[in-house]
């Protein structure tokens, strides 16, 4: 069974400049996750996607991060402008929701601003 | 809310020696737990889960954690540990009704030869 894929694994970028981040879930997977893990900290939840509507995003920073799921598979994170505290590794993961809220989670996108 | 502790954050045993990590959580309901590893550089991957039943559940790597609704808790335990284990362990809690799963913020395990 394919895993959680996302991409790219690595990103440096300067300040103020903008970046995107993809994910393609587990098949059949209804709930879609974006954590960011700061180094030496646990995975902080930023947005909770059912299908293609999202169920949390409190924790989201919305005024530089979006989110989107496009037809309740694929999902895109963007940073703009992104600052030097963005600085994480960011997290996609699946669940099969409601019925198993077990999470599978993919390598991460290293992010470095500088 | 939901919310997790890991009241340790850093813990060196020798190898050979049992383990226990200690996880506290705060949920309305039942709850979903959760203990996942990640290896420095690594994504994270799942030990064990508990959903409902024995309290007492079994995972890979010969880890094993206990449910305690009294208490909260779902500490994680090995009887005997490998240098292998050295590693970042997240206890996490989630529930139904697409409940989020929120992590704690970890405990880090050192091993001594």
């Known amino acids: 069974e394919a895993g959680v894929a996302q991409s790219p694994r690595y990103k440096i970028i300067e300040k103020r400049q903008s970046v995107a981040f993809w994910c393609n879930p587990i098949?059949?997977?209804?709930?879609l996750y974006w954590y960011q893990q700061i180094l030496g900290q646990g995975p902080k939840l930023l947005i909770q996607?059912?299908?293609?509507?999202?169920?949390?995003d409190s924790q989201l920073p919305k005024d530089r991060f979006s989110a989107e799921r496009l037809k309740g598979v694929d999902s895109t994170l963007k940073i703009q402008p992104a600052k030097l505290e963005d600085s994480a590794v960011y997290l996609c993961?699946?669940?099969?929701?409601?019925?198993?809220?077990?999470?599978?989670f993919g390598q991460g996108t290293r992010l470095t601003v500088v | 809310a939901q919310s997790v502790t890991q009241p340790d954050i850093h813990i060196t045993v020798s190898e050979g020696a049992s383990l226990e990590l200690r996880c506290n959580y705060s949920?309305?309901?039942?709850?979903?737990l959760f203990w996942y590893v990640q290896s420095p550089g690594q994504g994270l991957q799942l030990l064990l889960k508990?959903?409902?039943?024995?309290?007492l559940v079994q995972g890979i790597k010969g880890f094993e954690a206990e449910f305690k609704r009294s208490q909260s808790s779902f500490n994680l335990r090995k009887p005997s540990v490998h240098w292998s284990d050295a590693a970042e362990y997240f206890c996490?809690?989630?529930?139904?009704?697409?409940?989020?799963?929120?992590f704690g913020p970890g405990t880090s395990l050192s091993v001594i030869p």
């Open positions: 993961a699946s669940s099969f929701g409601d019925r198993d809220p077990e999470a599978f």
């Open positions: 098949s059949g997977h209804a709930t």
């Open positions: 996607f059912q299908n293609n509507g999202v169920v949390d």
């Open positions: 949920y309305g309901a039942t709850p979903y």
């Open positions: 508990y959903f409902s039943g024995d309290t």
């Open positions: 996490a809690v989630g529930g139904t009704s697409y409940d989020k799963v929120i």
